[in-house]
């Protein structure tokens, strides 16, 4: 990575006179943005500017990270007001007409504190959506054979890459009006199972997303596929859901 390393951030400094003003939510559901000085490096991302803060400035700041990679999806929170991958976000590319970086927790979610948010109800939420693959094989069997080029398979992949980051629905209006909707990550995962031939468990999973709080509680407001880090499309895979839920319920099946 171009990143600098986070412990080298005496020398990083005085490759850069330039700094950055930083706002950074403080506290949990209520609380105050507090203001921070931090030096600007080159290909410097937003997570590189918080664990600045949270090593040189102010060690009580709470947040979450892992990877740094784009992998694991715990990095996520709102810049400027939108959610993102803050691993692999360059400051560069949020300060276009601003010169002020403000960092919260990710929206939709509750606060523990300060960056941090409880991502229990969005995993409960895959729970309820069936989101488990079920097979039948065991470790002693062969395995299934699906072919790359099978439409079922290629409607998979579409989805498959998830992260779990929850930027799409922290992104979502319809989780902020209803939060008993199972949210775009949720129905993407319960998609990527629907078309996955392997899987025993289809009638359970779409009954579970056909409700008034599954695939048609979503409005297509495509957000959730503008913001997604991965470039996977929920709203393309929810369209998807309501035409099987349709298809089936007509043929009464559901
Ligand atoms: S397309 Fe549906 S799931 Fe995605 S942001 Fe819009 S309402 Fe939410
Ligand atoms: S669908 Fe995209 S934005 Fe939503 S949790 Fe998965 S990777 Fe993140
Ligand atoms: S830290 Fe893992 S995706 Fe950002």
Known sequence: ?????????????SLNAKSITV????????????????PRFESQTILDVVTYVQRELDSSLSYRFACRVGMCGSC????????????????????????????????????IKDLATDMTVFFDKWAKAKGQFQGTRTRH???AQVRPDSAERRAADAGIECIGCGVCYSSCDVVSWRPDYLGPAALNRAWTLANDVRDTNQLERLRAIAGDAGC??????????ERCPKAISPTAGIAGLKKKVGRMAAKGEL
């Open 23 to 38: 706002r950074v939510w403080r506290g949990t559901e209520t609380g105050a943005f507090h203001t921070y000085t931090v």
């Open 76 to 111: 996520a929170m709102l810049v400027n007001g939108q959610a993102r991958w803050t691993c692999r976000t360059h400051v560069s590319k949020v300060l276009v007409d601003t010169d002020v970086l403000e960092i919260a927790p990710l929206s939709n979610l509750p606060v």
């Open 141 to 143: 069997e062969t395995f």
């Open 1 to 13: 990575m171009s990143t600098p390393p986070i412990t080298n951030m005496s020398t990083a400094m």
């Open 216 to 225: 048609h509680a979503c409005h297509s407001h495509f957000l959730c596929t």
